[in-house]
């Protein structure tokens, strides 16, 4: 951390050194309407940014910001200018793939209505509509935990009546990150012309760099920016930022041009304030703007299908009972030893699953119930008194054997032994005793338990009381750093009522 320090106080050194006082060159460039900015969130806070910012609109001042883009986004923004003009501004970007770089495309286009033409004696030449328009692309990608780089590329083109004229623009930032501070610089409508049929001009060019410090906590943010333009004054650009658990933000900033004069329009404060709920944010700001003009008034709509779809599926998720507390609806099936081997003989007990505890004895009813897993052959009846054996060539009938009186059975879960009472009485039968068979009713088929449905893996959680940023990583299968990179957040500091972002599964 020490080290990123150092490198961006470096780096911020090194733009104040290059960028130089524009105002000189002022009216030699052409595409002026990209120095007007866009997005109403970013103009509300004096258009300070550079250090901090993780949303699209961000990204159209430092294209290093995208980096912090945790789902794809939508982005719309009108502006009401002065002297009838107005801004249209689109745009779009997300993740490339599953990996870690991040992309967006955007859209400019102002119109400054029509002019009428006169010529050298002041004759009307006729009316002209001016317009201009501006499209972009852009790549950002992390270094290490804390720092992230963005390039972009734009190509502008503006119609001033007969005259039209068409060139390329490239973009590039960085931004880092240490404890609660942001550092970031920013290059943005360098390197390219706009080239006419009479000749080329330099686009309106400017090296910026910022700081930001935020207390998630609190959801207190400020910015401080200062940008060197090639063909204007300096400005320095303060803004700050209060945030309520992401559904309410209150900001304000102001912007003062260096050595520029006390009337001057661009320098004053700005006001405004976004409201929020699931995946859609809507931002308005104003901007007060020197004597000479009205104010400005800038609108704006950020759009998040991710966190959209994921609040719904949560909400329409049923709840699924724990399989431990439904009750069993099933038979348990039992071994089926064979009687000969003096083994216990296991039982199938058929009854209702909605009976109470199974240690109470069964009635005799009941016990009809405990039949044999398979047919078998009953033993044979020993008589209890030798003197009455039976003569060998008398064949008679057996008689049917006196009841024996059994003491009821207990009905457990656990399977005993059928214990043989020690003597029988009966009356004298054949040496040979009919083979009885038993017949197992037909299996009961249990009812189908649906399966339930896997629940899906929120997007977006909620902090409770006693929870920390370490323990929701270990929950969710990701790392702390993974969490605060998602959620743009400078330490693991987390308050209840808190809503955290999740990024895929397993990220680290």
């Not at 002041?122 to 804390?146: D, E, H, I, Q, W």
């Amino acid at each position: 951390m020490h080290r990123i320090r150092l490198t961006c106080c470096a780096l911020l050194l090194w733009t104040v050194g290059v960028a130089h006082a524009g105002i000189d060159n002022a009216g030699t460039t052409a595409g002026n309407f990209l120095s007007v900015g866009s997005g109403a969130s970013i103009l509300s806070m004096g258009g300070a940014t550079l250090g901090s910012g993780t949303d699209l609109h961000a990204a159209a001042w430092n294209p290093a910001a995208l980096g912090y883009l945790s789902e794809t986004q939508f982005a719309v923004g009108h502006s009401a200018l002065a002297m009838e003009s107005a801004q249209e501004w689109l745009a779009a970007g997300g993740r490339l793939s599953h990996g870690a770089t991040r992309w967006s495309v955007d859209a400019l286009y102002q119109s400054e209505g029509g002019f009428e033409g006169r010529d050298a004696l002041n004759n009307s030449t006729g009316s002209f509509k001016v317009s201009n328009m501006a499209l972009g692309a852009r790549l950002a990608r992390p270094f290490g935990n804390a720092m992230h780089a963005g390039l972009g590329v734009r190509w502008v083109n503006e119609n001033l009546g007969d005259a039209k004229g068409s060139g390329l623009g490239f973009d590039a930032g960085l931004q880092a990150h240490s404890g609660p501070f942001g550092f970031g610089l920013a290059a943005r409508n360098v390197g390219g012309k706009l080239k006419y049929a009479a000749g080329s001009y330099d686009l309106p060019g400017v090296f910026g760099a910022g700081i930001s410090w935020s207390h998630p906590t609190a959801g207190v943010r400020v910015n401080l920016d200062a940008n060197f333009p090639n063909a204007y004054y300096n400005d320095v650009r303060l803004g700050a930022e209060w945030r309520w658990q992401d559904r309410l933000a209150l900001r304000a900033g102001y912007r003062k041009e260096l050595n520029a004069p006390s009337d001057e329009p661009l320098s004053g404060p700005s006001f405004g304030l976004g409201v929020g709920a699931g995946g859609m944010w809507l931002d308005y700001g104003f901007l007060v703007g020197g004597s000479e003009v009205q104010g400005q008034h800038r609108i704006g709509l950020t759009f998040r299908p991710g966190l959209l779809k994921g609040g719904l599926a949560a909400a329409a998720e049923p709840t699924v009972e724990p399989s431990h507390r439904r009750p069993p609806s099933e038979p348990v099936a039992l071994a089926d030893p064979t009687p000969s081997t003096g083994k216990p003989l296991r039982l199938t007990l058929v009854a209702d699953a909605s009976a109470g505890p199974s240690s109470r004895r069964a009635s005799e009813p009941e016990a009809r119930l405990l039949v044999a897993s398979r047919p078998v052959r009953a033993p044979k009846l020993m008589v209890s008194d030798p003197e009455r054996e039976p003569s060998a060539k008398r064949e008679s009938k057996p008689k049917q054997a006196a009841s024996v009186g059994a003491a009821p059975v207990a009905m457990t879960d656990e399977v005993a032994p059928i214990k043989q009472p020690s003597v029988v009485e009966a009356q004298p039968v054949a040496s040979r005793a009919p083979q009885v068979e038993i017949v197992r009713p037909a299996p009961v088929k249990a009812p189908e338990v649906p399966t339930p449905k896997p629940v899906a893996r929120p997007t977006v959680v909620v902090v409770k009381a006693g929870e920390t940023l370490a323990g929701l990583a270990r929950l969710y299968e990701n790392s702390v750093t993974a969490l605060m990179m998602e959620n743009n957040l400078v330490s693991d500091q987390v308050k209840p009522g808190q809503k955290l972002r999740l990024p895929p599964a397993g990220r680290r």
